[in-house]
Structure formats: structure tokens, C-alpha cells
């Protein structure tokens, strides 16, 4: 498995967010995988990141014109796989978690997501999406998911099977990951990509607004920008579907709040760094954190209101995180990619966080509560407290530093099973 990384409190500094460094960031590293880019906003060339002798790059390092969202998604570039041509060489397992690890580390059912529907809500096409797929279950022994037999459904924005947006490399791996998340943790669930023709708040709404219309109890989003002082509009436009799951990522540029993770409608997932420990429960975390501009989002909002349901007293608006699980790309997960990718791939980055999340959601079966988020607050023992680690120094401290109960960095902590997820 990969190197851990231990996360370390870093100075606060004014830094952009994740938009701001999708625009500005320089090239650091030319990448091979993406040598058959797709034409919109593909990525070519991104600022690697590094830390315990592993590397990697934002996946939607480059921004197409209008765009105002980028996904949180981070691919590994330092890792060798054994790759044979439709999969790996024969009894050598991918890099990077697998579903087995991840359901021992969050004590969740082998089976889980039986009747329910996961809907992934990303920008852009990815033409392997469901071949991918097919990969990616097929290594793991997890249920056929496609087309043919009802289980796989992908449309735009509007719905359309036929009519779909531009293809997009960067976006690709998102997909790619999302999907393979959900499969993961509900791999009895029947999954819904819609794709948004392009990465605007608008756009991304109106296909979580069609993931609900086509039926989705669980909806994931793994983008965010900047807040605006339109968000509570956006809220009421596009997030607000009561006993629905909505999980947004926190973000992945450190002390900071994105959009739309600040939604009082969301839950809102944060990031954490995952190994395998000799204690009792076989695993260990802490808040992920790379350096002073990169590891999970959280925060104060500056627009969204408090939902009634969050009780902490150093942020009178809504708070960020919700809950949390794996991020780091040093402790990341096996994503199987061939648009954009070569094949299997490991990710980090809070997208791979929420749409766990959204498969424990799935596995505890059909939200009873308007806002699900509200469930954690209800079952906060039912959780692992996170309590090490710091992405900042910050005032009040719990905004940007693990500790006992609540914090802003992994919420109030990571899936042990289901009831936090639960009516």
C-alpha cells in the first residue's frame, strides 16, 4: 500500500481557492496518461503535488472557458501498476485501496445498496464510463453493473441518453472515480451518472435536479468554487430536495469553505488520511493534509445559514464538514481509468470521500429525514472520531484542527457502521 502521510498544522495564509488554482496554477508536469485528452478544458499538464515520496496532480487541473466549478479529484503519479491489457497482470492486485479494505476500515456490509438508486452528478462525458466500470467490478468480484441489465443509466443533464456533453479527460477520472466509489460500498445499487454539459454552478445544479427527477435517493458531488452571495438562491434552486442525500466534497485547498459543500441542504464530507493500524479496529485516520494549499476544506460559510441541526458555537453560519472519510493520496483508492488514464490508477482528493458517502447512505436504505445530514448529528457515538491532525492554524482552533467530538476538518468523524446514516 501506499506511504502514510501524518498530517501537520500549517500557518494560516490567504490562500485561493481551488478555482483560483485550477486558473493559475504553473505546469509543473507534462503528463503521458493524458496524451488522448478530450477537446473540452482537458487537462495536458498540472502542478504536482508530493509528500512522503508520493506524487500526484488534480485531475481538472485545467478550467474550460465559463467554468466556475472543478471537481476534487487527485490522481497518483507515482505509482507503478501491473497492468495487462483489460485489467491487471493476472494475480497482481491494483494499487490503492480496494473495496474490501474500504469496508473493513468503515465496518460496513459486504453487500449493501440492495433497491437503491446512487446517482453521480459530474461535468462532461466520459466515453468509457461504463466500460471502465465493468473493469473495475469485474476485478473485485463485485456485481455486473451496466446497461444491458438495468443496473447502469448515464444522461445528460436534461436527461438525454443520446445527446451528450463534450468529452472531457480531466472529468474522466472523476467519473471514473465516483463510479468506482459507489460500487465499492453499494455494489448492489443501481447507479445514475448524469453529466453536465459544463462545470457552472448552473449546470451541475440542473443534473442534481434531474439525478432526483429519474428517481436518486442519494445524489454525490464531487466539485465546488468559490461561495457567492448567490449560494442561498442556488440552495433553494438546486439542493433542496427533502429525503434526499446530497454529499458534497469539503475540497481539497486546504482551510477554506467551497461551494457547494457550504449547502444547508448537503452533507458536507471531509477528507482524512486512512492506514491500516494493529489496534482494535484495524485501521487508523487523521485529517489530510499535503501543505498550506492543499488537504481537506473546511471552514466557516460566509453566506449559507446554520441548519438547526448543527450545534457548534464558533461559526454562526453553516459549518464544514459534515462527516469524512479517506482522501489523501498518499493512502489512496484503485480507480480503474482509460479515457485520460492507462488503465488503473490510485486517487486521493475529498472526491473520493463523498460518494462513499453516498454508498453508506445507500446501504442504510431509504433517507427518512428532510435533510439526511441532520442522522450524524442524531448518532454522533455511531461514528470514528477523528481527533489528530490540522490543516491550519485558525481561530476558533476546531475549524481547522481535529479533536474530541466535532471539527471542521472531518466533522464528527468517519462511517463505523450505519446508524449515523439513519433515520
Partial sequence: ???????????????????????????????????????????????VHSKGGVSWVQSCATLAAGDTMACNALRVTSVAQHIAPLGVTPNAAPSGYGPSDLLSAYNLPANGGAGQTVAIVDAYNDPNAESDLAVYRSQFGLPSCTTANGCFK??????????????????????????????????????ILVEAKTATTANLGTAVNEAVKLGAKFVSNSYGG??????????????????????????????????????????????????????????????????????????????????????????????????????????????YQTYGGSGWNVYGGTSVAAPLIAGVYADA??????????????????????TSGATASCSPSYLCKAGVGYDGPTGLGTPNGLAAFTG
Wanted: aromatic share 6%; with cysteine.
Fill in 226 to 335: 468559490s461561495e457567492s452571495s448567490a449560494d442561498p438562491t442556488y440552495d433553494s434552486q438546486y439542493y433542496n430536495h427533502p429525503g434526499v442525500a446530497i454529499t458534497a466534497s469539503a475540497g481539497d485547498s486546504g482551510y477554506g469553505v467551497e461551494y457547494p459543500a457550504a449547502s444547508k441542504y448537503v452533507t458536507s464530507v471531509g477528507g482524512t488520511a486512512l492506514s491500516k493500524a494493529s489496534n482494535a479496529r484495524g485501521w487508523t485516520e487523521s485529517v489530510w493534509n499535503t501543505s498550506s494549499t492543499e488537504g481537506t476544506g473546511s471552514g466557516c460559510s460566509v453566506y449559507d445559514a446554520k441548519p438547526s441541526w448543527q450545534k457548534d458555537t464558533g461559526c454562526s453560519k453553516r459549518t464544514v464538514a459534515d462527516v469524512s472519510a479517506v482522501a489523501d493520496p498518499a493512502t489512496g483508492v484503485a480507480v
Fill in 365 to 386: 436504505g431509504t433517507p427518512s429525514a428532510a435533510v439526511p445530514a441532520a442522522d450524524a448529528y442524531a448518532h454522533p457515538s455511531a461514528l470514528n472520531d477523528v
Fill in 154 to 191: 448515464k444522461v445528460s443533464q436534461t436527461g438525454s441518453t443520446t445527446s451528450l456533453p463534450s468529452n472531457n479527460s480531466g472529468w474522466a477520472g472523476e467519473i471514473s472515480l465516483d463510479l468506482d466509489m459507489v460500487s465499492a460500498i453499494a455494489p448492489n445499487a443501481h447507479i
Fill in 1 to 47: 500500500m501506499l506511504s502514510t502521510l501524518t498530517a501537520t498544522g500549517t500557518p494560516t495564509a490567504a490562500r485561493a481557492r481551488r478555482i483560483a488554482l485550477a486558473l493559475t496554477g504553473t505546469a509543473a508536469l507534462a503528463l503521458s496518461a493524458f496524451a488522448t485528452a478530450g477537446p473540452a478544458g482537458a487537462a495536458t499538464a498540472a502542478t
